[in-house]
C-alpha cells in the first residue's frame, strides 16, 4: 500500500515535473519562435527602410528627389515594392533544375536570417548570448554562397552561371581578411562573445585602437555582400544580375531581402566590434546601435553613388595581393602590442601610420596619373596643309 | 600621280573638288595597293566605299585620303550589271571588311578574296538585292 | 569499372544583346569566353536596319532630311548639316553667313549634347550610376535651346538646302551666350566626378587600346583616331562651313584606350563651347538665313559630291549622286559607328568579359546610324 502510494507519489510527481517540463519547454520554445518572428518582423522592417533610404539618399546624391508619389516623402514606396514583388507573376524558364532554382532562395536567406540570433542590440538584448557568437556569425556567413552558386547553375542561365561562379571567387577570397580581422578584435577583447566584445571596447572603441583593421573589415565586407564597388556577381551592365536573371516575383524579393540583411549584417558587425556597439552618451543603447548601424549604410550607400565597380581580375587582385596581407601584418602587430601591453594610443598610432602610408601611396600613384591629353591647336593643323 | 599610276591606264578627271582615277575592275587591288605604299600618296584612309547601279553597270566607288599628305581621291571601277566581280581591298584597308559585306548584300556585288563575306544588315533568308533600282522601294511584301 | 572522367576547360559562347542592357541599343554580339576571357567576338548588326539610302532614292531632298535625323539620333544637326552641304556642293550656293552661323552653333552645341550622353553611358557601362545623371542635367539645358530654336528635342528637321528652315527666334544668342557658364561648369563637375576615379581608371586605363596605324587602318574616324594620337578633326584637317574662322584646339591622346578616348571627348567638349562663344560674337544680328534663288523642290545638277562633316563620333560622309531631278539618284552614307563597330573584334583582343561593356560604351555607338 505504502509502495503503492509511494509510486503514485512518485508517479504523480513525474506527471506533474513532466508537464511542468514540458509547459517550460513549450514557453521556451514558443519564446523562442516568437523571438525569432520578432527578429524577422525587425529584419523586414529594416529592409524596408534601407529600401527608402538607399534611394532617397541615392536621389539626392544625384539631384533628383528619389521616391515621392506613395505616401509622404515616398515612405511607402518600398512597401508599394513588396506588394509589387509578392503579387507578380512567378516566372519559371522551362529549362531550370527545379530542385535547385527553387530552393536556392531559401539556402540565401535562411543562413543570413539564423545568423542574427546572436547579435546583440543592447545589453541583454539579444536571442542566444553564444559565447562563440562570432565565429557563428563568420560561418553562417559563408553558407549563402551555395545558395548563390545554386541559383546561377539551376536557372540554365550563361549569364548566371557566370555570376555565380564570380561570387563563389569573390566571397571564398574576401572571407580570409574578414576572418582575420574577426581575430585581430577577438584577440584584443579575449573573446568571441559579442556582448564581451562591446564591453571590451574601453576606454575607447577600436575604430580609434585599429583603424587599419576597421579600413579592412568595411572594404573586405562591401565584397563580402557584393556592393558597389564589388557588385561584380550582379553587375548589371555586364551579367545583368548574375544569378539572379531568371528570378522574379517573391523569389527574386526573398535574394533582394537576403542581399539588404547581409548589408546591415556588416553595418551592424562594424558597429559591434569597432565602433563601440551600443555604448554612447544620453540616448538609450539601442538608439546609439541603430544610428552607428545606420550611419555605417549611408557609408555603403555613398560609395554606391561614387565609384564605378571593379573587374573580376582587379577584385581578386585587391584581395589576395592587397587585403589578405595587410590584415595578417595587421594581426601580427595586434599580437605584438597585446603582448608587451603597450598603451591603446601606441597601437593606433602604429595603425594610423600604415593607414597614412597606404593613403599617400595611393594618391602618389593617382598624382602620377597626369592626362594623358594633348592639346593641339586647330590653327596648326590648318595651317600644315 | 599619274605617273605612278601610269602602269593600271587608269583614265584620269576631275569632278568638282575630287580627282577621280577609273580603273579597270580587275586592277582595282593592286591599284588601291599602290595608292597607299607610294611614298609620293600615301592613301592610307578609306573613307567610303560606295557602290551605284547605273542599271546597265554598277560603279565601285572609293574615297581615299591621305593622312601625310592631305591629299584625297576617288578611284571608280565600272563592273557589268551581269557579273559584278571586283577584287576586294580588305588586304590594303581592314576597315573596307564591313563596306564590302553590306555592299555585296545590297548590290550584290561580288568582291573576290574577302575573308568573310556574309550578310550583314538585313535578316536571314532575305532575298534579292535591295539597293539596286531594279528593286522596289515601296511596293514588295514586308514579312 | 571505373571509367575515368577527365574535367576539360571548355569555351562556352555567350550570346549578349539584342536585348541586352549595355549595348547601347539594338546591338547584338556573340562572345566566346574561356572563363572570363573572351576568346572571340563576332558582332552583329541589322537590327534597325531602315534602309536609309535607298528610301532616299524614292523621296524629294527637302523630305531626306527628315530621315537623316533618324540616322545618328544623338547628332541629329551634324547629319542634316552634311546632307545639306553635299547637296550645296552639287548645286554650288552660297548659304549667307548668319546661317552658316546658326548651323555652328546648333552643331557644336548638338556635340556637347552627345559627348554628355557618351559620358553618362560609360559611367553607366563602367557601374557608376550618377555619372549619367549630372549629364542629362546639363543635357536638358541644351536639349530646352533645341526645343526653342526647332521646335523640336531631337528630330529637328531645321537646316534646309541653302540655309534654315526660319529664322532663329529672338534673343537666341543670349538665350545660348546664357547657357554657357552653367555647361561649362557642369562640364567641370563631370570631369571632377569621374576622370581621375580610381576605380575608373582601373577599369579604362589600358583597355582596349589600339595604335594609331591600326586606327587608321581599321577606317576609325573622329575621338577614337584622335585618342590613338592622329590629330584628324576635319574641323581643321578640311574646315567647311565656317569653322576655318574659330579659334580652338584638338584633344589628341597617346595610347588610344578607353581612358583616351574619354578624356579626348570630356576635352572636345570644352572646346565645343568655344567655338560657340566665338560663333555668337561673329554672328551678324540680322540677314537673310536662306540663300537666294532656292527652289522649293531643290534640283541639284547633274554630277556627284561627296560632303564630310565631323560628327561627334567621327566622320560623317555623304555621297550624292544626281541625275538633274528632284529626287536624288543614289545617297551612299559613311556612318562612323559603322566603322567603329567592325573594330571591336580587334579592340577586345584579350579583354575580359566585364572590359567588353567599356570598350563598347567607348566607341560610342549609334544603332541608328550603324544599321541606317
Request: glycine share 8%; net charge negative.
Amino acid at each position: 500500500m505504502a509502495a503503492a502510494l509511494v509510486i503514485s507519489a512518485l508517479g504523480l510527481l513525474g506527471l506533474v515535473a513532466f508537464i511542468t517540463a514540458l509547459v517550460a519547454g513549450g514557453l521556451a520554445a514558443l519564446a523562442a519562435v516568437g523571438g525569432l518572428l520578432a527578429m524577422f518582423v525587425f529584419l523586414a522592417a529594416v529592409v524596408l527602410s534601407l529600401v527608402w533610404l538607399e534611394r532617397k539618399y541615392l536621389g539626392r546624391l544625384q539631384m533628383r528627389m528619389g521616391p515621392m508619389r506613395v505616401g509622404p516623402f515616398g515612405l511607402l514606396q518600398p512597401v508599394a515594392d513588396a506588394a509589387k514583388l509578392v503579387l507578380k507573376e512567378d516566372v519559371t524558364p522551362a529549362w531550370v533544375d527545379r530542385w535547385l532554382f527553387w530552393t536556392a532562395p531559401l539556402l540565401l536567406f535562411l543562413p543570413s536570417y539564423l545568423l542574427w540570433v546572436a547579435v546583440p542590440f543592447g545589453p541583454g538584448l539579444v536571442l542566444r548570448d553564444l559565447d562563440l557568437g562570432l565565429l557563428y556569425i563568420v560561418a553562417l556567413s559563408v553558407v549563402g554562397i551555395v545558395g548563390i552558386l545554386m541559383a546561377g547553375w539551376g536557372s540554365a542561365n550563361k549569364y548566371g552561371m557566370l555570376g555565380s561562379l564570380r561570387s563563389a571567387a569573390q566571397l571564398v577570397s574576401y572571407e580570409v581578411p574578414v576572418i582575420i580581422v574577426a581575430l585581430t578584435v577577438a584577440m584584443m577583447a579575449g573573446s568571441l562573445n559579442l556582448s564581451q566584445i562591446v564591453e571590451a571596447q574601453r576606454p575607447v572603441p577600436y575604430a580609434v585602437v585599429q583603424p587599419l583593421a576597421l579600413f579592412l573589415f568595411l572594404l573586405a565586407g562591401l565584397a563580402e555582400v557584393g556592393r558597389t564597388p564589388f557588385d561584380i556577381y550582379h553587375a548589371e551592365s555586364e551579367v545583368m544580375g548574375g544569378p539572379y536573371v531568371e528570378y522574379s516575383g517573391a523569389h527574386w524579393a526573398v535574394f533582394y531581402l537576403a542581399e539588404y540583411v547581409n548589408t546591415f549584417l556588416v553595418a551592424v558587425m562594424v558597429t559591434l566590434l569597432f565602433l563601440g556597439g551600443w555604448k554612447g552618451p544620453g540616448l538609450p543603447p539601442v538608439l546609439w546601435f541603430l544610428l552607428k548601424a545606420y550611419l555605417v549604410v549611408g557609408f555603403i550607400f555613398w560609395f554606391r553613388g561614387t565609384f564605378p565597380r571593379l573587374r573580376i581580375d582587379q577584385l581578386m587582385a585587391l584581395g589576395w595581393k592587397a587585403l589578405v596581407p595587410l590584415s595578417f601584418v595587421n594581426l601580427v602587430l595586434t599580437s605584438i602590442y597585446l603582448f608587451y601591453g603597450w598603451p591603446w594610443w601606441g597601437m593606433s598610432l602604429i595603425s594610423l601610420a600604415i593607414l597614412a602610408a597606404l593613403g599617400y601611396g595611393i594618391h602618389r600613384q593617382a598624382a602620377a596619373r597626369k592626362p594623358a591629353i594633348t592639346l593641339v591647336p586647330a590653327v596648326e593643323v590648318r595651317s600644315a596643309r | 600621280m599619274s605617273e605612278v599610276l601610269d602602269s593600271f591606264h587608269p583614265n584620269l578627271s576631275a569632278a568638282l573638288d575630287e580627282v577621280v582615277v577609273t580603273v579597270e575592275p580587275a586592277q582595282v587591288q593592286r591599284t588601291c595597293q599602290t595608292l597607299r605604299d607610294d611614298p609620293r600618296l600615301k592613301f592610307d584612309f578609306l573613307r567610303c566605299l560606295s557602290v551605284v547601279d547605273y542599271n546597265d553597270s554598277l560603279q565601285v566607288v572609293y574615297h581615299l585620303w591621305s593622312m601625310e599628305k592631305r591629299q584625297k581621291v576617288v578611284v571608280k571601277a565600272d563592273l557589268p550589271a551581269s557579273n559584278p566581280t571586283v577584287p576586294t581591298v580588305v588586304p590594303v584597308w581592314r576597315g573596307a571588311d564591313w563596306f564590302e559585306r553590306e555592299a555585296a548584300e545590297l548590290f550584290g556585288v561580288t568582291f573576290e578574296g574577302h575573308p568573310n563575306l556574309k550578310p550583314l544588315l538585313l535578316w536571314e533568308g532575305f532575298e534579292g538585292h535591295p539597293g539596286l533600282k531594279s528593286f522596289p522601294v515601296h511596293d514588295y511584301q514586308e514579312w | 569499372m571505373e571509367t575515368a572522367r577527365r574535367l576539360e576547360p571548355v569555351e562556352i559562347n555567350v550570346n549578349m544583346g539584342p536585348q541586352h542592357p549595355s549595348t547601347h541599343g539594338v546591338f547584338r554580339m556573340v562572345l566566346w569566353v574561356d572563363g572570363e576571357r573572351i576568346v572571340q567576338v563576332e558582332p552583329y548588326i541589322g537590327y534597325l536596319h531602315r534602309g536609309t539610302e535607298k528610301l532616299c532614292e524614292g523621296e524629294l531632298y527637302p523630305q531626306i532630311i527628315t530621315l537623316f535625323d533618324r540616322l545618328d539620333y544623338l547628332a541629329n544637326f551634324n547629319n542634316e548639316l552634311c546632307f545639306c552641304m553635299a547637296a550645296e556642293k552639287l548645286m554650288g550656293l552660297e548659304v549667307p553667313e548668319r546661317a552658316q552661323y546658326v548651323r555652328v552653333v546648333l552643331c557644336e552645341l548638338n556635340r556637347v549634347a552627345s559627348h554628355l550622353m557618351f559620358y553618362g553611358a560609360l559611367g553607366l557601362d563602367a557601374g557608376a550610376m550618377t555619372p549619367v545623371m549630372y549629364a542629362f542635367r546639363e543635357r536638358e539645358h541644351i536639349q530646352r535651346a533645341f526645343e526653342a530654336v526647332s521646335g523640336a528635342r531631337m528630330m529637328h528637321n531645321y537646316f534646309r538646302i541653302g540655309g534654315l528652315k526660319e529664322d532663329v527666334p529672338a534673343g537666341f544668342k543670349e538665350m545660348v551666350r546664357d547657357l554657357l557658364p552653367g555647361l561649362e561648369q557642369g562640364i567641370s563637375e563631370c570631369d571632377r566626378l569621374l576622370s581621375l576615379n580610381e576605380a575608373f581608371l582601373a577599369r579604362t586605363r589600358g583597355v582596349g587600346a589600339i595604335s594609331a596605324q591600326e586606327a587608321v587602318e581599321y577606317a576609325l574616324s573622329g575621338p577614337m583616331l584622335r585618342a590613338a594620337g592622329v590629330p584628324y578633326d576635319l574641323r581643321a584637317v578640311e574646315p567647311y562651313s565656317l569653322y576655318d574662322r574659330f579659334d580652338f584646339d584638338i584633344p589628341v591622346g597617346t595610347q588610344g584606350d578607353c581612358w583616351d578616348r574619354y578624356m579626348v571627348r570630356v576635352e572636345e567638349m570644352r572646346q565645343s563651347l568655344r567655338i560657340v562663344r566665338q560663333a555668337l560674337e561673329q554672328m551678324p544680328d540680322e540677314g537673310p538665313v536662306m540663300a537666294a534663288g532656292v527652289r522649293r523642290m531643290p534640283r541639284p545638277p547633274k554630277g556627284e559630291s561627296y560632303m564630310r562633316t565631323e560628327n561627334p563620333r567621327g566622320e560623317f560622309g555623304v555621297y550624292l549622286v544626281s541625275d538633274g531631278s528632284e529626287r536624288p539618284y543614289r545617297v551612299k552614307i559613311r556612318a562612323p559607328s559603322f566603322a567603329s563597330v567592325q573594330a571591336l573584334p580587334r579592340l577586345l583582343r584579350d579583354c575580359y568579359v566585364a572590359d567588353c561593356v567599356v570598350v563598347l560604351g567607348s566607341l560610342d555607338i549609334v544603332l541608328g546610324d550603324v544599321d541606317r
